[in-house]
């Protein structure tokens, strides 16, 4: 039994199909300054939280979105806080 033989598109725009392909590479992180970075007092005994699980989850997902290891993704973390211009410590490897 033979296969069927896929469909052929013939490609007519071409400057629309380079964009579309550009636009499939695009990349946008957005961080809120509002957002709470660092964790709050919870008024009980033994050592406070430096970072809130917000920070936490969003550096654990730039790990795995990307497939990094911690320390790359601490790193990664740092360079897009830095070009956003925002002055947040990011949580270490071990952290994390």
């Known amino acids: 039994m033979s296969r069927p033989t896929p469909p052929t598109y ?3 725009n071409w400057p629309a199909y380079n964009e579309a392909l ?3 590479g695009s990349l946008t992180v957005w961080f809120d300054p509002e957002m ?6 919870t008024g009980k005994r033994g050592r406070q939280q430096t970072y809130s699980d917000t920070a936490i989850q969003t550096c654990l997902t730039m ?5 990094m290891a911690l320390r790359q993704t601490t ?3 740092e360079s897009l806080l830095h070009l956003v211009d925002l002055d947040w410590q990011v949580p270490d490897f071990s952290t994390l």
């Open 75 to 77: 790193g990664f973390v």
């Open 22 to 24: 550009k636009r499939r």
């Open 10 to 12: 013939k490609t007519r």
């Open 63 to 67: 790990k795995v979105l990307f497939g």
């Open 36 to 41: 709470i970075w660092e964790a709050a007092p």
